[in-house]
């Protein structure tokens, strides 16, 4: 269990044992935690006080199935609060094999250094300057990476929008493939990343010295009985490996509630054109990956490989929100455009879902035509290009609502929603307007309630109790390092017995189903905290405007919370 | 009467020849309700099929209308 500690301005890495106050903490607790405590909250997001910090969860590294999500934390330049931001890929299970708690990167570089940090299969670590890689996309950048340090390397990295410190900018990781498809996406994280002077992470794979287990017996029999319940799970057992995250795209705009040309309508037009069901059957017909394993110890394999009509790679793994953003929002009703896009915005370094809506505010102001797909592309490029128009694009539709001043801007807190109209899901508003971290679908979604007919997603009754809860409980699945889609099956007896076993069979402690929701108060109350002290209050706990004004055609709802009820979410 | 079924995730793959952008007509009893519907398919509740009409989510007791478009898609989670 230890810390690297990276100062950026001294360029020294300093080896720590984990603090007694951090000990069991991992993923978002701990770097929420260490971001209240060490971060002064009226900082510069992108100057020497902000802190970047990279933490596998507290299972990353364990045999337990899917446990490689990596957290990655700091005060967002976007939002100006507090931000996690999770990603899959390998990296999480090589830093638990190294038996690496956290890396924090402190200070700044002076202006116009760039470093690659680097931890070898010792766990011992080094910046090194990176000039030529300045600028560099990111799949260029991890090819030669990987080139460098060996195919069994996972790469961190950002790209020119990084480096350019767009508000929307991503930090992209490496798949199984090694290919630098998933991403940190929400947030602005890259551009943070860019302001230290930090290009790449490359963590070798082969580490073995795994924090140890309590009681491994006890271990082992939990994950399997864990993996069982994912795989019984129709959702993560079937569903998602033979339609991926796009399976969604039937079911939400089925119930009205799909954001369509900038949150006008709640159904796409032609949306079966791009369902989860279409993507499917093109990948197939076209020698593409459907049920695609993007992540290490993945057992669910919702990725997919999308390729041309020729059959050669476009894009992986093409999910929901993307063609949410792209499509939905854009009026794209093409797959291939959409993947081509999806690819861009990875190559770029920047959030696909934040440049989907900003694109989608442009079109919506004016600037081009919904469904315009030359237009998005051009619009996408420009944000690398660096020329005025692409990097308001890349700073968000936030930004881009700012500079045509226009009325219809789809975010909380300076973020864009994700795929699911707050006024057709109204726990989601809930979610969107109180989670510490802006808009963010990930933090507490509703939907599942829905499906399981528990409560009405148009109407208010119930929706603050059932955002709490679920916002709750995914704080504390981000400290395990485990997967939001394996995640389901904790719903289930099996699962989360399962799982609460594994967790004590870990920490040597006999932990009870309580403990689970404990962990996740603990790091929302340190999130609100550290918002509270950057200047936020309540009335920062609200849509934008249009949402409470503008009803949204099928069902002609606006959101029906009061301000009254969104204050209560966090009654604890 | 009869409803113009479309089915979503993998519930189509039950059906041989089945199109899911085409849907199928299903012929069931005047006053059948939504349940009835989802067993004359043979969708269990293990499998969790989720019924949407006119963009609404429909209950297990819900009636259904001569020449419904109904969509039918196993439940799902968010992400």
Known sequence: ???????????????????????????????????????????????????????????????????????????????????????????????????????????????????????????????????????????????????????????????????????????????????????????????????????????????????????PEAFKEAAKAFAKAVKDHPFSGQMLPALGTAGLIGPVNSMGAFPSLNATNGVMEGWEKVSGETLAQMIQDRGGKTGHMGCAQCIVHCSNEFVDKAGKYVTSSLEYETIWSMGGMTGIDDLDTIAQLDFLCDDIGVDTMSTGVAVAVAMDAGHKSFGDTEGAVQMVEE?????????????????????????????????????????????????????????????????????????????????VEASRNTQIAMASVDCTGLCLLASFALTTPEGGEAFVKAMSAKFGVALGPDDVPAMGIRVLKAEREFNRKAGFTNEDDRLAKFFYEEPLPPHNKVVLISDEEMDSTFDF | MKVKVKLFGILGQRFPGYYHEQGMDVEIPDGARVKDLLAHLEISKSFGGVVAVEGKLLTDAAKLENGAEVNIFQSVFGG
């Open chain 1, 1 to 215: 269990m230890k810390f690297l500690r990276v100062d950026m301005s001294t360029k020294s890495v300093n080896v720590e044992d984990v603090p007694q106050e951090y000990m069991g903490l991992g993923g978002r607790g701990l770097t929420s935690i260490m971001i209240n405590a060490d971060v002064p909250a009226t900082c510069d997001p992108l100057g020497p006080e902000n802190k970047l910090i990279v933490a596998p969860g507290v299972l990353s590294g364990t045999s337990l199935v899917n446990t490689s999500r990596v957290s990655i934390g700091a005060k967002s330049p976007l939002t100006g609060t507090i931000k996690e931001s999770n990603a899959g890929g390998t990296v999480a299970a090589a830093l638990g094999h190294l038996g690496i708690t956290a890396i924090i990167f402190e200070n700044q570089v002076p202006d116009g250094e760039l470093y690659i940090f680097r931890i070898d299969e010792n766990g011992d670590a080094s910046l090194i300057t990176a000039q030529e890689y300045k600028g560099m996309r990111t799949y260029a950048l991890s090819e030669k990476l990987l080139e460098a340090y060996g195919e069994k390397s996972s790469v961190l990295c950002i790209g020119p929008a990084g480096e350019q410190k767009l508000t929307a900018a991503s930090i992209q990781t490496t798949d199984v493939d090694g290919r630098p498809c998933r991403a940190a996406g929400r947030g602005g994280l890259g551009a943070v990343m860019g302001s230290k002077g930090l290009k790449a992470i490359v963590v070798d794979q082969r580490g073995n010295s795994t924090d140890a287990i309590a009681d």
């Open chain 1, 383 to 463: 944000i690398a290009e660096g020329t005025e128009l692409g990097k308001i694009l890349g700073n968000g539709p936030a930004a881009v609502g700012k500079h045509f001043n226009h009325h219809r801007v789809p975010v909380a807190k300076g973020q864009s929603i994700a795929a699911y109209d707050p006024r057709a899901m109204q726990g989601n508003a809930v979610t969107y307007a109180t989670s510490p971290m802006g808009a963010d679908h990930t933090a507490g979604n509703v939907i599942g309630e829905y499906m399981a007919q528990k409560l009405d997603p148009l109407k208010a009754e119930g929706q």
